[in-house]
């Protein structure tokens, strides 16, 4: 079966420092695999989708950006982080075999102060 | 208008009630839907998949989805104190959108015994 590995769990970070998460998956291969944002009493949205090493497609402008250095390997980065980045960040992979299902990480918390 | 509409509740129900969760949209495009439980702090995990209109069953939580209304609801029967959580709908339009889904803002459930 398919697991999915987020970390860190929990961090608080100063305003204008950098920003790491961490994501692999485990059990398939060539996921496609995603970074959702949640805000406090606000629905997931989508950041940014990749369907293979080294191809990242943002969906929405901001202080973030996403690599894929590996197959099941996905980062989410900021090199100056504001207060507006806070929220709660999911990495996410589909189903690998075309439907529109995915399957969420635990999540890593995020707090700028 | 947002895509999606979700009713933010909250809800608080007695156990062994009948639970009703709904979403409206209004984009056309969507034809899988989707139903995912949060617990606290925790990643969303799949409830509810289909992509048809009708109802679809799984122990006790049934889907139904009406595309000519482009309305979907999750129903809980039994509902027991383990189904407190926030639950999010969620809709995606196929083909090459991957799993670039539209969540609605969630609904926060508390079953107390």
Not at chain 1, 31 to 38: A, F, K, M, T
Not at chain 1, 76 to 81: G, Y
Not at chain 2, 95 to 107: A, D, I, P, R, V
């Amino acid at each position: 079966s398919q697991t999915i590995h987020q970390w860190p769990a929990t961090l608080v970070q100063p305003v204008g420092s950098p920003l790491s998460l961490e994501c692999t998956v485990e059990g398939t291969s060539n996921p496609n695999l995603y970074w959702y944002r949640q805000a406090a009493g606000r629905g997931l949205q989508l950041l940014f989708y990749s369907v293979g090493i080294g191809q990242i497609s943002s969906e929405v402008p901001q202080n973030l950006s996403a690599s894929r250095p590996q197959d099941r390997q996905f980062i989410l980065s900021s090199k100056k982080l504001l207060l507006s980045d806070s929220g709660f960040y999911l990495c996410a992979h589909d189903s690998g075999s075309g439907g529109n299902t995915i399957y969420f990480g635990e999540g890593s918390w995020l707090t700028v102060v | 208008q947002k895509e999606v509409e979700q009713d933010p509740g909250p809800l608080s129900v007695p156990e062994g009630a009948i639970v009703s969760l709904n979403c409206t949209y209004s984009n056309s495009a969507f034809q899988y839907f989707m139903w995912y439980r949060q617990y606290s702090r925790k990643g969303p995990e799949l409830l509810m998949y289909t992509y048809s209109s009708g109802n679809k069953e799984d122990g006790r939580f049934t889907a139904q989805v009406d595309k000519s209304s482009k309305y979907i609801s999750l129903f809980i029967r039994d509902s027991q104190p383990s189904d407190s959580a926030t639950y999010l709908c969620a809709m995606g339009a196929g083909g090459t959108s991957y799993g670039k889904l539209t969540f609605g803002q969630g609904t926060i459930l508390t079953v107390h015994p």
